[in-house]
């Protein structure tokens, strides 16, 4: 038996005993049982050239079954498959003739990048353009403190539709401002500017929105849950069923404000946002911007890096509409049940979701918030 290894195209001398063979028939209960039995190598057949079903095998085990260990490939196969054992998680092959181990050489070599996205390469190579493109944004913006000049440089720099999610708190209101003194919209931007009505908001929330549009004569959009997810939900949990259980409330925020999200972010190429790094703990390292792999768009928080004090400024002097609740000890205003005022010198989210853990209280809409988009 002769063996090469996929990553360095090299022959391996002294190989270990393999502990487990798949055939390509094998079904998902044969592959649980692989995966979660010996460490040892586990090696899948290709009986024949033509089969191809050990690659999804490979795939299957590496992505379902969270197999970790050595991952060997036996039978008809031939070097210029080498690439595509090699990205459906395979580590070695068993070339039976080691005469044969340059051409796999060869082979293994000669494709150095991909453009599909695979077990040995989570980011597909078009993305690496546009994770190349944010990263040189969030430089751009982190050279000034001005607001307006940071969404002018957004506005020349993203392609395509921006969506700026606001929930009208006081630095979505700042942004806001600065999309309309900008002149980007009327310079021809796709800014869309909407808001989650999830059914919950305070009628305050509501009259900021009115305020706003007039002041800035700029629409925004209201997206809606789907009214049939929301029935199904509230017959199952409760009016208030959100109090329950923190995987209640997950529900509750995955129908009314993620999947609305979602929805309404597809198609766009850079998303606006209002996330403070001064928010919480988890919110301490937000980027100004970066690739936000999950959503495959750039996700941009303009105001990330300024303080409580800046933001109080430019309302002041800008004569920016706020939400009255804010006079009233609110702070982060979500909807109406999940959201209380707080004290003076507690943290803004203390008022969202009080009866969780702080670490447990993003809705869902900001993935890993502290470190997003740094790990695409
Ligand atoms: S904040 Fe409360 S009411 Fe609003 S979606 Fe989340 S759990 Fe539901």
Known sequence: ????????????????????????????GALAAAAGGNAGPIAISFPTFADGRGFSLARLLRER???????????HLIPDQGQFLLRSGFDTVDIADPDTAHVWKFSLERIGRNYQPAVRN????????????AAALDEALGKTDDLVTRIKEIANRIEGRIAFSTSLGLEDQVILHAIAKSGVIKSGAAVDVFTLDTGRLFPEVLETIELSELRFRIRIRLVAPDAAEVEDLVARDGVFGFRQSIDNRKACCEVRKVRPLNRALQGAQGWITGLRREHSDARAEVPLAAWDTERGLTKINPVADWSEQQLAAYISANNIPVNPLHARGFVSIGCAPCTRAIQPGESPRVGRWWWENEEKKECGLHVDPKREGRAA
């Open 122 to 133: 989570g980011l597909p190579l078009r993305w690496e353009a546009s994770r190349k493109a």
């Open 65 to 75: 079954h969270g197999f970790k260990g050595e991952l060997r490939a036996i039978g």
């Open 1 to 28: 038996m002769a063996l090469v290894d996929l990553a360095t195209a090299k022959l391996i001398a002294d190989p270990d005993d393999v502990a487990t063979v798949l055939e390509p028939n094998a079904d998902d």
